[in-house]
C-alpha cells in the first residue's frame, strides 16, 4: 500500500485483496471437491434402495400435494422428463456417475453444475425425503460449480510436459485451460471466500435457531427421537448425568453462535476449527447423522490456510496409488 | 502463385488446435478463448462480481433457501429469491412444535379380519434413515387430503384383494417438555398420543370419504 493512496483507493484496494486474496487455492479446492464428492456418491448408493419408493410417478404422493409440501415458482426436477423403472434408474445411474467423474476431477464446473442439477431433481421430485445433508450438498456444489478444482488431485490435472502421466487416449478430455503465466485462475479464490461466509452464515442460523424451550432448558439430549432410533451412542447412559448433557447442550448452542466471528480471528481459527471437528464428530456419532457432519468437517476446510492445505495435498500425492493422479506442475 | 489457405485446412487448424499435450477437444479450445477474453476484461469485472457476491450473501442471510432445510424456515414469502439454493422446506415440520406425525390405518378385510398398519412404516425399508421416514410422517399426517387420499390408494395397491372399509388417522406423538426441565435417572420422559380421523374408504362404493368434523381420541 502506498502512502499517497486516497483513501477511496486504499478503501477499493482492500476490498478486492478481502474477495480475491492471494494465492490461489487450488489444493483446497481440490480437497473440497473429493470430500463433496465422496459423500454425494454415498447419499446417492443409500438413495438407491429406495428409488422407486421415493421417486417414481407412483409413489405415495401426488403431485398436487408435492407442489403444496414446496411452494416455489419453478420446482424444477429431471425425474419428471422420465416414466418408467428403467428410465428412473438410468438417471440414477448417470447422476452417479457424474457425481465419480467429479470426484476423479474430470471437467469439474461442468460435473459440479451436473451433480447440482440432479440434486435439485431429487429434492424436487420428492420434497418429504429431503435430509440436511440434501442441502448441504447443493450448498457445496454450487460453489464448486463456480471455478476448476481438479486441476491438483485429478485424473487430468497439469503434469510436467516431460512426463506425460494421464491416460493417452482420455488426454483431449482434460480438465485443463491454455497454460497461463499467472497462478490459477484470478477468480477461484472467490467462491472460496463465499463459502466462507455462506459457513459463517449457516452456523449463526444455526445457533440462532437453538434459542428453543429445549436447548434453553438443557434438555435436547432428551429428544424421544434420539432416545428411540438412530443414535450410535448408548445416550441412557449419557442422560444419567443431567449436568453433563446440560454442559454439552449449552456449549454446542454456545459454539454456533460465535463460530461466525471466531472463524474469522486468525489467533484463534485453529482452535475453532479443531472444536469443529470434534463437535461434528461427536453430533455425528451421537445423533447417527455421520453423512452431514463428515461434510460440514469438509466445508470446514475453507478456512484452512491455503499453505498448508498446498502442503497437505504434496503429503497426499505420492500415496495415491493411480499414477497419472497429478499435481500442478509449478507446486 | 500465391498459395491459398483453403477453408479447409482453416477449419482443420481450428479443431486441431495444439494444446500442450496434443489436440484439444473444440470445446476446450472455445473455453480457453472465453477465459482469455475474460482475463483481459478482469479488472472491470472484479468490482461488479464482488458486489453479485455480496448480494447473493445477503440473500442467503435473509432468505436462507438452503438452510431453509435444516432450520425449517419458511419458503412461502421467498418465492423471488428462487436460486439455486432453494430446496423444499418439509425437514421444518417435525422441528416446528416439537411432534412426530405418522398416519394410522386399520383396514377391515372380505373375511371379518382387521389389520392395523403405520405409514410411513420404517420395517419396509430398515435401511433408511428414520428422520426420511419421519418427514415423510409428518407430511402425510398434515393437513393435506389430497395427499391423505393418495395414501389410500396406494396402500390399497399393496392389498392382495380389496377391503371393504378402511380408517385412516392421523398420528401426532408430542413429549412433554415440562417433565424434561428437571431430569434424574430412571424418570422418563411423558408422551401423549392423539389420533384424528382423517376420513374412511368405502369398499363397496370404492370412494374416499374425508372426515368433516373434528374427531379427536387419546
Given at each position: 500500500?502506498?502512502?499517497?493512496?486516497?483513501?477511496?483507493?486504499?478503501?477499493?484496494?482492500?476490498?478486492?485483496?478481502?474477495?480475491?486474496?492471494?494465492?490461489?487455492?487450488r489444493g483446497k479446492l481440490a480437497l473440497l471437491r473429493i470430500g463433496t464428492s465422496l459423500i454425494l456418491?454415498?447419499?446417492?448408493?443409500?438413495?438407491?434402495?429406495?428409488?422407486?419408493?421415493?421417486?417414481?410417478?407412483?409413489?405415495?404422493?401426488?403431485?398436487?400435494?408435492?407442489?403444496?409440501?414446496?411452494?416455489?415458482?419453478?420446482?424444477?426436477?429431471?425425474?419428471?422428463?422420465?416414466?418408467?423403472?428403467?428410465?428412473?434408474?438410468?438417471?440414477?445411474?448417470?447422476?452417479?456417475?457424474?457425481a465419480?467423474a467429479l470426484l476423479a476431477g474430470v471437467?469439474t464446473p461442468?460435473m459440479a453444475?451436473?451433480s447440482?442439477?440432479?440434486?435439485?431433481?431429487?429434492?424436487?421430485?420428492?420434497?418429504?425425503?429431503?435430509?440436511?445433508?440434501?442441502?448441504?450438498?447443493?450448498?457445496a456444489l454450487?460453489y464448486l460449480s463456480?471455478v476448476p478444482s481438479g486441476r491438483v488431485l485429478g485424473?487430468?490435472?497439469?503434469?510436467?510436459?516431460?512426463?506425460?502421466?494421464?491416460?493417452?487416449?482420455?488426454?483431449?478430455?482434460?480438465d485443463?485451460?491454455?497454460?497461463?503465466?499467472?497462478?490459477?485462475?484470478?477468480?477461484?479464490?472467490?467462491p472460496?471466500?463465499?463459502?466462507?461466509?455462506?459457513?459463517?452464515?449457516?452456523?449463526?442460523?444455526?445457533?440462532?435457531?437453538?434459542?428453543?424451550?429445549?436447548?434453553?432448558?438443557?434438555?435436547?439430549?432428551?429428544?424421544?427421537?434420539?432416545?428411540?432410533?438412530?443414535?450410535?451412542?448408548?445416550?441412557?447412559?449419557?442422560?444419567?448425568?443431567?449436568?453433563?448433557?446440560?454442559?454439552?447442550?449449552?456449549?454446542?448452542?454456545?459454539?454456533?453462535?460465535?463460530?461466525?466471528?471466531?472463524?474469522?480471528?486468525?489467533?484463534?481459527?485453529?482452535?475453532?476449527?479443531?472444536?469443529?471437528?470434534?463437535?461434528?464428530?461427536?453430533?455425528?456419532?451421537?445423533?447417527?447423522?455421520?453423512?452431514?457432519?463428515?461434510?460440514?468437517?469438509v466445508?470446514?476446510l475453507?478456512?484452512?490456510?491455503?499453505?498448508?492445505?498446498?502442503?497437505?495435498?504434496?503429503?497426499?500425492?505420492?500415496?495415491?496409488?493411480?499414477?497419472?493422479?497429478?499435481?500442478?506442475?509449478?507446486? | 502463385?500465391?498459395?491459398?489457405?483453403?477453408?479447409?485446412?482453416?477449419?482443420?487448424?481450428?479443431?486441431?488446435?495444439?494444446?500442450?499435450?496434443?489436440?484439444?477437444?473444440?470445446?476446450?479450445?472455445?473455453?480457453?478463448?472465453?477465459?482469455?477474453?475474460?482475463?483481459?476484461?478482469?479488472?472491470?469485472?472484479?468490482?461488479?462480481?464482488?458486489?453479485?457476491?455480496?448480494?447473493?450473501?445477503?440473500?442467503?442471510?435473509?432468505?436462507?433457501?438452503?438452510?431453509?432445510?435444516?432450520?425449517?424456515?419458511?419458503?412461502?414469502?421467498?418465492?423471488?429469491?428462487?436460486?439455486?439454493?432453494?430446496?423444499?422446506?418439509?425437514?421444518?415440520?417435525?422441528?416446528?412444535?416439537?411432534?412426530?406425525?405418522?398416519?394410522?390405518?386399520?383396514?377391515?378385510?372380505?373375511?371379518?379380519?382387521?389389520?392395523?398398519?403405520?405409514?410411513?412404516?420404517?420395517?419396509?425399508?430398515?435401511?433408511?434413515?428414520?428422520?426420511?421416514?419421519?418427514?415423510?410422517?409428518?407430511?402425510?399426517?398434515?393437513?393435506?387430503?389430497?395427499?391423505?387420499?393418495?395414501?389410500?390408494?396406494?396402500?390399497?395397491?399393496?392389498?392382495?384383494?380389496?377391503?371393504?372399509?378402511?380408517?385412516?388417522?392421523?398420528?401426532?406423538?408430542?413429549?412433554?417438555?415440562?417433565?424434561?426441565?428437571?431430569?434424574?435417572?430412571?424418570?422418563?420422559?411423558?408422551?401423549?398420543?392423539?389420533?384424528?380421523?382423517?376420513?374412511?374408504?368405502?369398499?363397496?362404493?370404492?370412494?374416499?370419504?374425508?372426515?368433516?368434523?373434528?374427531?379427536?381420541?387419546?
Open positions: 500500500m502506498r502512502p499517497h493512496q486516497s483513501l477511496a483507493r486504499r478503501a477499493y484496494s482492500a476490498w478486492l485483496t478481502f474477495w480475491f486474496p492471494a494465492p490461489s487455492p456418491l454415498y447419499v446417492l448408493f443409500v438413495r438407491s434402495f429406495d428409488l422407486q419408493d421415493g421417486l417414481s410417478r407412483a409413489i405415495w404422493s401426488n403431485p398436487v400435494t408435492r407442489q403444496a409440501l414446496d411452494p416455489i415458482g419453478w420446482p424444477f426436477t429431471v425425474f419428471h422428463w422420465v416414466d418408467g423403472t428403467w428410465w428412473l434408474w438410468s438417471m440414477h445411474v448417470l447422476a452417479m456417475l457424474v465419480g471437467l461442468l453444475a451436473l447440482l442439477v440432479f440434486q435439485l431433481s431429487y429434492a424436487h421430485s420428492n420434497p418429504a425425503m429431503l435430509l440436511g445433508v440434501d442441502g448441504l450438498l447443493i450448498l454450487a463456480l485424473v487430468f490435472g497439469r503434469v510436467e510436459p516431460d512426463y506425460p502421466q494421464y491416460p493417452p487416449y482420455l488426454a483431449y478430455l482434460q485443463e485451460l491454455p497454460p497461463r503465466p499467472e497462478q490459477g485462475l484470478p477468480w477461484s479464490s472467490l472460496v471466500r463465499m463459502l466462507q461466509l455462506h459457513l459463517s452464515i449457516l452456523y449463526l442460523h444455526s445457533g440462532l435457531s437453538k434459542l428453543t424451550t429445549d436447548w434453553l432448558a438443557g434438555t435436547a439430549l432428551w429428544h424421544p427421537r434420539l432416545v428411540a432410533l438412530g443414535a450410535l451412542v448408548p445416550l441412557n447412559t449419557l442422560q444419567s448425568v443431567p449436568y453433563l448433557t446440560s454442559l454439552i447442550t449449552y456449549g454446542l448452542v454456545l459454539f454456533e453462535l460465535f463460530y461466525c466471528v471466531l472463524v474469522w480471528v486468525r489467533p484463534v481459527r485453529y482452535p475453532m476449527l479443531a472444536l469443529a471437528v470434534v463437535v461434528h464428530l461427536s453430533v455425528g456419532i451421537a445423533w447417527g447423522l455421520l453423512p452431514f457432519n463428515l461434510l460440514m468437517i466445508l470446514n475453507a478456512f484452512v490456510p491455503p499453505a498448508h492445505l498446498e502442503s497437505l495435498v504434496r503429503f497426499i500425492r505420492p500415496l495415491l496409488v493411480l499414477p497419472w493422479v497429478a499435481n500442478d506442475a509449478r507446486d | 502463385m500465391a498459395l491459398g489457405v483453403s477453408s479447409y485446412s482453416d477449419g482443420r487448424r481450428r479443431r486441431a488446435e495444439p494444446g500442450p499435450y496434443g489436440p484439444r477437444h473444440p470445446l476446450l479450445n472455445a473455453l480457453g478463448r472465453l477465459e482469455a477474453t475474460l482475463a483481459h476484461a478482469w479488472p472491470l469485472l472484479r468490482l461488479p462480481l464482488t458486489v453479485l457476491a455480496v448480494v447473493h450473501l445477503v440473500l442467503v442471510a435473509l432468505f436462507p433457501g438452503g438452510q431453509n432445510a435444516l432450520f425449517g424456515l419458511t419458503t412461502q414469502d421467498t418465492p423471488t429469491y428462487a436460486s439455486l439454493f432453494q430446496v423444499p422446506d418439509t425437514l421444518g415440520f417435525y422441528t416446528a412444535d416439537g411432534t412426530d406425525g405418522f398416519l394410522v390405518y386399520k383396514i377391515y378385510t372380505q373375511d371379518g379380519g382387521m389389520v392395523n398398519g403405520v405409514f410411513p412404516d420404517t420395517r419396509v425399508a430398515p435401511r433408511l434413515r428414520y428422520d426420511r421416514w419421519a418427514t415423510a410422517g409428518n407430511a402425510a399426517s398434515g393437513p393435506y387430503p389430497e395427499l391423505q387420499d393418495y395414501v389410500v390408494n396406494y396402500v390399497l395397491k399393496q392389498l392382495p384383494s380389496p377391503p371393504l372399509r378402511m380408517e385412516l388417522f392421523a398420528g401426532h406423538w408430542t413429549w412433554d417438555r415440562n417433565s424434561l426441565t428437571f431430569p434424574w435417572p430412571g424418570q422418563g420422559p411423558d408422551t401423549t398420543l392423539e389420533l384424528h380421523r382423517l376420513g374412511n374408504y368405502n369398499g363397496l362404493t370404492r370412494t374416499w370419504e374425508p372426515s368433516g368434523k373434528e374427531d379427536k381420541r387419546k
